[in-house]
């Protein structure tokens, strides 16, 4: 049977989203070691805040900081160029599928 002659599954409908509100209530509630907040944390970044009195050591710490976020850049850079790539290979592979298989539609 083809997938025109199957009946269409009705889906209950989607829930409203959070609101700002909700959302904030949300995250202020969780606990600071919520793998939500360090899933995707660097283990080997700096402090954020230096409090030492050292004014060397406050530079260094600065500067380490400084070198971590631009790392990160670079990295989030590279990784949205492979998005953009895999993203254009299934745009293509979806036309081509369009194009030689008209009936999967």
């Known amino acids: 049977m083809s997938s025109k002659g199957k009946k269409r599954v009705v889906l209950p409908t989607r829930p ?18 919520d793998p939500v907040f360090t899933a995707l944390a660097p283990e080997d970044l700096p402090d954020p805040s230096p409090r030492t009195e050292d004014p060397e050591a406050q530079h260094e710490q600065i500067y ?8 990160m850049n670079e990295r989030l850079r590279q990784v949205g160029d492979i998005l953009r790539q895999k993203f254009e290979d299934l745009r293509q592979a979806g036309t081509w599928l369009a194009i030689c298989c008209p009936a999967l539609d």
């Open 16 to 33: 409203a989203p959070p609101t700002v509100e909700q959302i904030l209530e949300d995250v202020r509630g969780a606990p600071a070691h």
């Open 64 to 71: 380490q900081q400084s070198r971590a976020y631009v790392a």
